[in-house]
């Protein structure tokens, strides 16, 4: 019986089912068929694991979203994660290079997901800053980068941080010395050292520290067991050249300057030889330029040290810088070395005059308050003589006149005079005790004689400081008030100048207070070649910043002779420390150097030393300017009381010109009324002598 047409629609669907379901079978059992060799090598997977064994976290990165790629992420992520696999116990990140749209570079983000939403990968661009968000987060992880050579050199601008560790998977077949010029390159370019390259013969790594550095590219080494993985050297780094910035600053001086290569001298340059030598580094100077610290161009990239160190053509440097923000991240601090200040300097105030010298002895507001305590003394004692003769009165009225003018020894002129002239009598004799001038008539009351003996004990000392001091203030040269503060110095209205530019965002802080407002406004910038303390002193109107440690060094000489004045109050102040590139493998050595030797004070020490020498240098101005403070007084010194001589004998002659005049027309008038005239104290004269025995000589 032949089959019907539905018998043989059937067979014909049960052969195809049949060889589908083998077909699934075969494509779930040999996933290795669409997979790289090295993916399902397990001898290959357990140095992957060698690399990444103290990694808790591992990013991938995609150079793109081809099919291959896809698929290797997939098997490393799907089969690589179990109980055997090198993803065992970490997470994972996926990110892939994706160009700016629209033109707008595309952000970074990160995204916290399980496997399926691997594919919503985190993008970043080509540029170091929009990258660097995430990147500089994730600087200690391991990263697995599948790229080719092409491509591997658009990711290597930003993706390469010299701390972390990378293995990176090349499609290309490169020959060892090819691999060895590539991790080479990666190394004197980008910092980094622990990087493996895959496949090939084998997984390589650079060695930099292995060999003394006889060839170009160091030393490529087979990755074989978990001692072959690059590492850094505790203390001997075999010879390794240390690129090494260092130009004249405050604690490094340079020496030979005629000869192309320079010796320095100093703190710094201490440090440095220190750290190269315990270190075992071969010091290598890089030859300073006129732009010294570096500052930001146009552009956005820097000059000087902070260029070169952002481009990884030097190591350190060892000069102090300010730990402050330079605006550059590719810049990193040791340990703080030193403190120091921002000081800002101001020519010395002038000399005072030698006939002010005596003026000077005392301050203003002493002197008002010598003369305040006259007039209290003053007042104090016509107090006490009322009330003598209220008490008197009262007692007896007999001879009450002729027994208080006995008492109080006044003159024949003083007792008769009306009562303001005896108030102002009072006042004159309490002055004639207050300066210890010789006073003729004293008074006989006990009660007044204890006043004014009290009154002579306090004037006795401060006429004994007045006298002891005359001698200091002629042989020591005085000088006008400086200024001390940052208001005396808003309110002198001078100019700040500075010649380094990065002295005009940080010396006055911007909205702090007015006066450092109004100071900020003031600076400006000079290029100058020549010393601004030695402009200052000879200009005189301008003012200008330096660090307090030079005034003790460079600036020392201006200091010693009175050329210059620091103000007091210093606007800032910074810890200072030496500067190597980002992320350097060499930072956490050198720390470890610097600080043994701050902890057994060898620096404060060296920086001791250097200040001595430079006293000793300057020792001859010094000494010279010394002496020139203690002098012989001559006639010139003693102007002032000559002076005071000759204004006393000025209005003495006033005095005796008016006294004169008032006589003669006393006399003449007298003759005009009655031929007979007798002047006031005469008649005053013959009344006492006619009445009674009691006549005194006028005081």
Known sequence: MLPSPWSSMLVVAVLVGVRLAQMSTMVEDEPDLYLPSWLTNDLILAQIATIFGRMTHIDFVLDDRSPDRVRQLDYIVRHLRDDSGFLRGKSIRIYQEQDGMDGVDSCATVLDHDYGDEFDLI????????????WGQNQFNGYLVFANVFTFDRLVGCLLDPIGTYLIVMDDEMEPDEVGRLLAAIWEKDGSFQCSRWPGNGCSDMMPFL???????GMLKELNVSDDLPRLPNVNFDGYPLRIEIFWSTYTIPMNTSRPNRDFIGPDAEVGRTVTKFLNFTAVFIPPDNDNFGTQLPNGSFNGVIGRLARRESDVAFVGFFVKDYFSRDIEFTSGVYGDELCCLVKKASRIPEYLLPITIFPSDLWGVLFLAGIIFSVIWVIIRGAIRITARVRNQRNQRQRLAELFNLSNETRDAPRYRKVIQICVDTYIIWVSAPYRRFTHSGVERLMLVGTMLVSVIFVSMFQSSLSS??????????IDTLQQLDKSGMKIVVKYRGF??????????????????????EQYAGSMPGRVARIGTISTVTRKSTLSLDNAIYLSTNQLHMVRECPRMYNLAYVVSRHSVFLERINTMVMRMFDGGLVDRWISDMNYNFTIRDWEQIRATLGS?????TLVDMQFPFYLLAIGLCVSTVVFGAELVHHRIGRARGKSDGGISFSSSEGKLAKNASSNNYSYSQY
Do not use: E
């Not at 005009?504 to 910038?525: E, G, H, S, W, Y």
């Open 123 to 134: 993008h970043w661009d080509r540029t170091y800053d929009s990258f660097a968000k995430i």
């Open 629 to 633: 403070n203690f002098k012989i007084l």
């Open 211 to 217: 060999c003394g550095w006889g060839l170009a590219i």
């Open 504 to 525: 005009m965002d940080d010396v006055f802080p911007a909205n702090n207070t007015p006066t450092m407002d109004a100071l900020r406004n003031k600076m400006a910038f």
């Open 473 to 482: 203030v002629f042989l020591n040269p005085v000088y006008y008030k400086d």
